[in-house]
């Protein structure tokens, strides 16, 4: 009888584990668990430790990442560029961070160096987009939220997944959205997303306006271009080319638009063309990526 009885109740202590995996970080030990999965899936608890494990790095290595000063002061606040590539380098060199992550908050900084931070001095207030840890998505936070709470998956078999963190921070419900990315066997944060406001648009939001100049051209008296970059799920564009002159003519074109650091890059039926983010709005790129000249500057005239 005391034997059926130890085996029931051995039973009855597995079924209870059964939904239910712990994967220990440091000295925690935190509950994780996948909407698509087993809670022992390898790949849930690898990203369980690269998410709380790069919080527990940050927390290590945050004064250092903010004495590399990567924003130069006057009046207008522009990039240190040698700095930033530095800066990146560390996160980098974390191992928990993946190269998508580091071009869109390069393309985000960027785009605010060409537009918010033309007025402002960093010497003299917090700039428009630094005014908060983008690790954080705030201003202040509780780092046990960040390397305790259970982290929740979905894409389990694949190579690209969403995450959150969700848990009690300061005694309040949060939860944290992640991307993240599996490469050459090792997953990565490719994305932290912050519910940021009107006031700290993404890169891509901040970009999405419309562009107007008239470029030059061999064989006619200037083409009036317009392009229009859309903030829509799959980055459209339009881009319309008045040819003046004696043989007018209106070519309108379409396609899909990306940015990766400072460059945005066209992709249409007729092949792709690529234009560099500045403080006026896009220069277009000869094919090879060299720079041209401001002639083939095209004006930030308005966001969608």
């Known amino acids: 009888m005391k034997y059926q ?42 990203i369980t430790d690269v998410i709380h494990g790069f919080y527990k790095w940050y927390e290590t290595n945050a004064n250092a990442l903010a004495n590399i000063n990567y924003v130069k002061g006057g009046k207008s606040s522009t990039l240190d560029n040698a700095k930033l590539d530095a800066y990146y380098a560390s996160l980098k060199q974390s191992g928990f961070i993946s190269q998508a992550y580091i071009d869109e908050d390069r393309a985000y900084l960027k785009n605010l160096e060409a537009t918010a931070w033309k007025n402002e001095n960093v010497n003299e207030e917090p700039l428009t987009g630094l005014d908060y840890d983008r690790f954080f998505c705030a201003q202040d936070y509780e780092i046990a939220f960040w390397t305790t709470a259970p982290v929740y998956v979905d894409g389990l078999g694949t190579d690209k997944v969403k995450a959150n963190l969700t848990g009690l921070e300061g005694g309040s419900e949060r939860t944290q959205n992640f991307e993240l990315v599996k490469e050459n066997g090792k997953w990565l944060i490719s994305k932290i997303i912050c519910d940021e406001g009107d006031d700290a648009q993404s890169a891509v939001e901040q970009l999405a306006a419309f562009y107007t100049g008239t470029l030059p051209c061999k064989d006619c008296d200037g083409i009036a271009t317009v392009l229009t970059l859309n903030a829509d799920e799959k980055r459209t564009y339009t881009l319309e080319e008045e040819y003046k002159g004696k043989k007018p003519k209106t070519v309108e074109s379409n396609g899909t638009w990306t940015v990766e650091g400072d460059m945005v890059t066209l992709t249409g039926k007729s092949g792709s063309s690529k234009y560099q983010v500045t403080a006026e709005g896009l220069i277009g790129l000869n094919a090879d990526g060299s720079k041209r000249d401001s002639k083939y500057l095209l004006k930030k005239t308005q966001g969608e």
């Open 5 to 46: 009885l130890f085996i029931f109740l051995a039973g009855l202590t597995l079924f209870s584990c059964k939904n239910t995996t712990t994967t220990e970080a440091g000295a925690a030990t935190e509950e994780v668990s996948a909407e698509n999965g087993s809670d022992n899936d390898p790949d849930l608890l690898a």
